[in-house]
């Protein structure tokens, strides 16, 4: 510990002070992000909502941000390293950040951290996430409609829960309004690879999809899909509105700086405490993007209805009568999925071919 | 007008000091990459290169450094073996996910029975995971003559399959909510890979690459097996009338390389990264290839371009979270660091010759 001080004292004297020593009075914001800022979608959409808070609170604020971060002691390296540079709120912003954020919390119980998508509460460890799911039932609806070939391609980052409700979700009101529509899923391993994407864009459309859902960030599915013509897309976590109005037909776009600049305020006042929330249409957390003049009037106009009947909260994403994939029960008629069945998916709908991985 | 002329012999000097001089090239041109995206050159470079070791945080930098280089260094080592006997194992990344997976595989088969004996076990079964998965491009090398290269290369992208399988299936976490993921071996006293002294940052692997350093330099320079090594890498005819069995050798070298890879998984599944999960891996079977040729394939020069190349690692993300310097110009300054390293290697075995051409 003396050496320690030392060290500290000479490196000082020396000038070789990283100037990391905050303002008395300005609050410290990191953010960890799993992707590019550039990527167009995920991480970009989480760094708009960064500048959100720049712009909201001025000099009061000092936001920090560390991109491309892998998921494993790499995070867990640069969350210390925002801790020790005097953060006092850390936003993780991926699923797989979720044990890096609960170690490093547990070594500085005075900074708050924020993961998201995750499950893995403490004390000073909030969970957020946005029911992306609501934005997935509006496009299973305006796909189902759109597609001629009555195949959608999706593609799939990683098969966890979050991702696997979203086929669900899409693929239920796809089917409501196109009884002989087909699925077919492939399966990534990555939020973000523009190649991979690209890939997995081209596999889907030579097996005859003409609507290709992603849940991977970047915009090279949409650049695949619009280089073979006719295929529809819709953007993911970000507008992606260069791509409209064809084959970007509407998208779903993630709002995080209201929930930022809030959980921000609440570390000035002094009244954070640790939450799990997840929030959806309705609370503007999940926006559903401009449906474009590509879409047939009365398909938009059944689409907007859905979005609002989601956002005011008279009709649940996941109503029955719905089947799991092997035809066991899961929602009798009227009835709502519960949030823990949500949170912890595993499983296909029935309908749905193939199977989760594992 | 300036020429290039043969030496003799591949110069002892210049062999020390291209090295040196690669990093040295490499922060000038950083530094102006860096002053051109509007960043304090000097600042940058001192904070990549110097924070580090001897910032206000050093006290905890300095164990992750450790943690960084390890890996890169213990398969850095076995590769070097390969490279100098002309054997392309290019496929460590998949070597230290088989490793890691075939280790894991144990602990969380007795998981949760605790005994001292788990931990080795482990370990040797991740030397073993690694080992058998060279073996395959090996053998199909004696056997059938097939390129090691492309081989091993390839196998790296089954293995990272069989990880994303590992985690979603086997050996995913029964109480992680349907969560992909294996158990953290990190909270299993038994199989963790934990600090031997406290906030050194000192584990298992380290010590296992210190080892492994040693080991590669008493090989090298004293036994008959490092000769045979380089002999073959030299001159593969003079090896055969020095009656080394070439095939023995390629299994060997690439016996050598995956054990410490497999190793190498194995110290960090049960450590630092606590979990099989399906993106483990983040390049280090990659990032050996470079640091065993920054190193000039000698094991002291292995440890020490680990070293420099955890720095950049670390460095670069302090540079990027207090002077906002974007992600890519840390890949830039790492890649231009194994380019100039090229680079100037022209000169170990050419000199250079200012004045008229022509000249006999």
Not at chain 2, 1 to 17: C, H, N
Request: aromatic letters at 10%.
């Amino acid at each position: 510990m003396t050496l320690k001080t030392l060290l500290a004292g000479a490196t000082l004297a020396l000038g070789f002070a990283s100037g990391a020593f905050a303002d008395a009075h300005q609050t410290k914001v990191g953010f960890v992000y799993v992707g590019p800022v550039g990527d167009g979608g995920w991480t970009y959409e989480h760094n708009q909502a960064r500048l959100a808070v720049e712009a909201e609170f001025g000099d009061a604020v000092e936001t920090v941000f560390v991109e491309s971060v892998p998921e494993g002691p790499d995070a867990e390296r640069v969350m210390s390293q925002m801790a020790l540079g005097g953060a006092d709120l850390i936003f993780t912003t991926s699923f797989g950040y979720m044990d890096p954020t609960i170690n490093v919390a547990a070594k500085f119980p005075d900074v708050k951290f924020e993961h998201a998508t995750g499950f893995k509460r403490a004390d000073n460890v909030s969970t957020y996430s946005a029911r992306f799911y609501e934005g997935r039932a509006v496009q299973g609806h305006i796909a189902g409609q759109m597609t001629t070939s009555n195949v959608i391609g999706y593609i799939g980052s990683f098969p966890i829960p979050e991702v696997v409700r979203g086929i669900n979700a899409a693929y239920i009101h796809a089917k409501a309004v196109n009884p002989d529509v087909e699925f077919k899923i492939v399966w990534a391993y990555t939020w973000f690879d523009p190649a991979k994407e690209a890939e997995a864009a081209s596999v889907l459309i030579e097996q005859g999809a003409d609507v290709i859902l992603q849940h991977t960030d970047s915009t090279a599915p949409q650049a695949a899909a619009q280089s073979a013509g006719n295929v529809v897309t819709f953007g993911q976590a970000s507008d992606m509105a260069e791509f409209g109005p064809f084959p970007r037909v509407s998208s779903i776009i993630d709002n995080w700086a209201p929930y930022y600049i809030a959980r921000t305020r609440a570390v000035m006042d002094g009244t954070w405490t640790s939450t799990d929330t997840w929030d959806g249409i309705g609370a503007g957390m999940v926006g559903i993007g401009e449906i474009s003049s590509a879409v047939p009037a009365e398909i938009k106009a059944s689409a907007e209805a859905l979005r609002d009947s989601l956002a005011d909260g008279s009709y649940h994403a996941f109503t029955g009568p719905v089947n799991k994939q092997d035809g066991s029960a899961w929602l009798a008629d009227g009835e709502t999925a519960d949030d823990g069945t949500l949170a912890g998916m595993n499983f296909y709908v029935e309908g749905i071919t193939g199977d989760v991985p594992q | 007008m300036i020429t290039l002329e043969k030496r003799a012999g591949p110069s002892k000097v210049w062999a020390f000091a291209t090295p040196l001089l690669a990093v040295a090239l490499t922060m000038i041109v950083g530094g102006i990459l860096f002053a051109v995206l509007g960043k304090d050159p000097f600042e940058t470079i001192r904070t990549i290169f110097l924070d580090p070791l001897f910032s206000e945080f050093a006290w905890f930098y300095r164990p992750q450094l450790l943690i960084k280089g390890a890996p890169l260094v213990l398969i850095a080592i076995g590769l070097s073996f390969g490279f100098r006997a002309g054997v392309w194992n290019i496929g460590a990344e998949g070597q230290y996910i088989m490793g890691a997976i075939c280790g894991a595989a144990v602990g969380l088969a007795l998981y949760p029975m605790e005994s001292r004996l788990i931990f080795p076990l482990m370990v040797l079964a991740g030397a073993f995971g690694g080992w058998a998965w060279a073996m395959v491009p090996g053998i199909l090398r004696v056997k059938f003559g097939t390129n090691e290269i492309l081989v091993s290369l390839m196998l790296v992208y089954v293995a990272e399959q069989m990880l994303a399988s590992m985690a979603l299936g086997a050996m995913r976490n029964p109480e992680g909510m349907g969560f992909p993921g294996s158990r953290n071996l990190a909270q299993y006293p038994s199989a963790a890979n934990l600090e031997l002294i406290k906030d050194s940052g000192m584990h298992w692997g380290i010590v296992a690459a210190l080892i492994a350093v040693i080991f590669a330099y008493v090989t090298l320079s004293r036994h008959i097996f490092g000769f045979q090594v380089r002999l073959t890498g030299q001159s593969p005819r003079a090896a055969k009338f020095a009656s080394v069995n070439p095939a023995r050798m390629i299994l060997i070298c690439l016996g050598i390389s995956g054990a410490l890879a497999g190793m190498a998984g194995l110290f960090e599944v049960a450590g630092p990264a606590g979990q099989i999960s399906i993106d483990f891996n983040v390049g280090y079977g990659f990032t050996a290839i470079i640091v065993a040729f920054l190193g000039r394939l000698h094991p002291i020069g292995i440890l020490l371009a680990g070293g420099l190349m955890a720095l950049t690692y670390i460095g670069g993300e302090i540079a990027q979270s207090n002077l906002g310097l974007p992600g890519a110009a840390i890949q830039l300054l790492q890649g231009m660091l194994l380019f100039f390293l090229l680079a100037v290697d022209v000169l170990t075995n050419y000199r250079i010759k200012f004045g008229k051409g022509g000249t006999v």
